[in-house]
């Protein structure tokens, strides 16, 4: 069960004095909005993998830069048509998928944020956002950042603990071993041998521990510039 503190942590938790009395007094400065998706994971991993993984690390980044990082909620759907021949899969097209997530933001903005990292945890989310996140920041000029997670996970760390050397991949060893750690319960073991795939089989509990302390620490140092004004990126230039 949640503590009183953990409530802190999560916008969705607050009522809305809570949170107007928060954002009045000057301590939020940095919101993570995590985005995902809810899509096949082989046959041994569960379908919530990746908005399940990326809230983790969201979770616990907000925990260590207490009180000034909040966290929205997940979008949980995300880019997904290639994984659409699994039943089960769920997918938006990109552009209904880039309109509710620039909402989702706006929203942020109008709360009162002016530094808002969208905090990534599903591979078909990055091209598209790649692609509009400069119309973004122009539209807004406020301290917008997207981020995959995995792109804070220190090459030699990754290198030191996974025996495939290959992450972040699709449930394959990086993945596996991240829910093997933080939510083993999601892990099907039996699948996992029966399933032509062996590479998961490489996966540990140990190595998805180490590597998921690398890349919350990082990214918590990450937004920690945000909030103190180090950490900014460069809206691009309008034209004249």
């Given at each position: 069960?949640?503590?009183?503190d953990?409530?802190?942590?999560?916008?969705?938790?607050?009522?809305?004095?809570?949170?107007?009395?928060?954002?009045?007094?000057?301590?939020?400065?940095?919101?993570?909005?995590?985005?995902?998706?809810?899509?096949?994971?082989?046959?041994?991993?569960?379908?919530?993998?990746?908005?399940?993984?990326?809230?983790?690390?969201?979770?616990?980044?907000?925990?260590?830069?207490?009180?000034?990082?909040?966290?929205?909620?997940?979008?949980?759907?995300?880019?997904?048509?290639?994984?659409?021949?699994?039943?089960?899969t769920?997918?938006?097209?990109?552009?209904?998928?880039?309109g509710?997530?620039?909402?989702?933001?706006?929203?942020?903005?109008?709360?009162?944020?002016?530094?808002?990292?969208?905090?990534?945890?599903?591979?078909?989310?990055?091209?598209?956002c790649?692609?509009?996140?400069?119309?973004?920041?122009?539209r807004?000029?406020?301290?917008?950042?997207?981020?995959?997670?995995?792109?804070?996970?220190?090459?030699e760390?990754?290198?030191?603990?996974?025996?495939?050397?290959?992450?972040?991949?699709?449930?394959?060893?990086?993945?596996?071993?991240?829910?093997?750690?933080?939510?083993?319960?999601?892990?099907?073991?039996?699948?996992?041998?029966?399933?032509?795939?062996k590479?998961?089989?490489?996966?540990?509990?140990?190595a998805?521990?180490?590597?998921?302390?690398?890349?919350v620490?990082?990214?918590?140092?990450?937004?920690?510039?945000?909030?103190?004004?180090?950490?900014?990126?460069?809206?691009?230039?309008?034209?004249?």
């Amino acid at each position: 069960m949640p503590t009183a503190d953990d409530n802190k942590l999560l916008l969705a938790k607050h009522t809305r004095r809570e949170f107007r009395e928060r954002m009045q007094a000057g301590e939020l400065k940095v919101c993570i909005i995590p985005v995902a998706a809810t899509e096949q994971h082989l046959e041994h991993l569960a379908m919530e993998h990746d908005y399940r993984s990326v809230m983790h690390v969201a979770t616990e980044v907000a925990r260590r830069t207490q009180p000034y990082t909040l966290v929205a909620p997940s979008m949980n759907i995300g880019i997904s048509e290639h994984h659409m021949r699994h039943i089960g899969t769920m997918t938006a097209m990109p552009g209904s998928w880039l309109g509710v997530l620039f909402d989702t933001i706006r929203s942020m903005h109008h709360a009162g944020f002016e530094n808002i990292l969208v905090l990534n945890g599903h591979g078909g989310n990055v091209a598209p956002c790649n692609g509009i996140w400069g119309q973004f920041q122009q539209r807004l000029e406020i301290n917008l950042q997207f981020h995959p997670y995995w792109d804070f996970l220190p090459k030699e760390v990754a290198e030191a603990n996974l025996k495939t050397k290959s992450w972040p991949g699709h449930a394959q060893e990086f993945e596996t071993a991240f829910a093997l750690h933080a939510f083993p319960e999601n892990v099907r073991h039996d699948a996992m041998q029966d399933q032509e795939d062996k590479e998961p089989l490489e996966a540990t509990a140990e190595a998805g521990a180490a590597m998921i302390e690398a890349i919350v620490a990082n990214i918590a140092t990450h937004v920690q510039g945000m909030a103190d004004g180090t950490n900014v990126w460069e809206i691009p230039e309008f034209h004249p």
